[in-house]
């Protein structure tokens, strides 16, 4: 009778414990729960070379259709030789706007992207270009080749297709955002946080590259540094709750297809970032660019 009674009590002790939540699991919640409040959607885009390529479509290489009184971006590099800068990429809000859930982009107009691929500029340089006008594409005009663009910066031209999903901050951008008065536990919570991404749902696809989510940095954190450059001459007006203020609006990673190559630096990336405000106002006008490779 004993052990038939000590049985029951360990089984029901077993089966109590079992499902009592572990401070593990509640620390989990905790963390899923915060990365709720982080992410958010991300806009991702690969190259589509099954259909032809109309002038107005979001595209990669060709030639950009461009407002009538628009002109092919040139600018003085830095041991003084002008050069027409070399088109990557144009992308129409139009075609954007089903993927932006947020709703936190024009939804007419188009972006471009020129670059200068020899010289490659890392950072903030008028050698890195990424343009906005609200013209609506079927105002905008193809427009020819500047004659002193060499022939191998006449990239091959390919469609674009895009995608959506949410985003995750990866450690730089958690960090910053975490604030460093909590940096006693963030590289704990990061270590958690990070082996359970992909079962949370925050996969990052392989792409050509994205606009808005969080940015799949190489190096170190660039919402910081945008903030310290914007500030100046006045440093001490600089706080990190200001540099949170920065957030990614377009990612291009390196090329690797049959008809076009390009690695910028090792296999680097190209970043543009601009002020949670101004994006909200539409102003374009202060975009700040970052190049980081391995």
């Known amino acids: 009778m004993d052990d038939t009674k000590n049985f029951w009590q360990r089984l029901f002790k077993r089966h109590r414990n079992d499902n009592r939540p572990s401070a593990g699991s509640d620390k989990e919640r905790a963390l899923r729960e915060l990365l709720e409040t982080l992410a958010c959607n991300g806009i991702f885009f690969d190259f589509d070379k099954t259909s032809q390529v109309s002038p107005w479509q979001s595209k990669f290489g060709g030639r ?116 460093y008065d909590q940096n006693t536990y963030a590289y704990t919570d990061w ?40 500030r100046g001459d006045k440093p001490e007006s600089y706080t990190t709750e200001s540099a949170r203020e920065w957030v990614l609006l377009l990612q291009l990673n390196c090329i690797e297809e049959p008809e076009v190559d390009i690695s910028f630096g090792d296999c680097g990336s190209l970043y543009f970032y601009i002020r949670r405000h101004d994006l909200e106002r539409g102003d374009f006008g202060q975009i700040q660019f970052e190049m980081q490779c391995y």
């Not at 663009?149 to 995608?163: N, S």
């Open 64 to 179: 950009p259709a461009l407002p009538p009184k628009w002109k092919w971006p040139h600018y003085t590099d830095e041991y003084g030789n002008e050069t027409a800068l070399p088109f990557l990429l144009q992308i129409n809000c139009e075609e954007l706007a089903p993927y932006d859930t947020d709703n936190r982009l024009p939804h007419e107009g188009m972006f471009y992207l020129f670059y200068d691929l020899i010289n490659q500029p890392w950072l903030n340089s008028k050698g890195a270009k990424l343009l906005y006008t609200p013209t609506p594409a079927a105002e905008l005009t193809p427009t020819e080749y500047p004659d002193q663009l060499a022939e191998a910066q006449r990239l091959y031209e390919m469609g674009l297709r895009f995608g959506n999903q949410p985003s995750a901050p990866g450690w730089d951008d958690y960090y910053s955002l975490m604030g």
């Open 191 to 230: 270590d958690l946080i990070e082996k359970r991404l992909e079962s949370w749902g925050y996969t990052h696809p392989e792409s050509a590259g994205q606009m808005l989510g969080y940015a799949q940095l190489i190096q170190n954190g660039i919402a910081e540094v945008c903030e310290s450059r914007a």
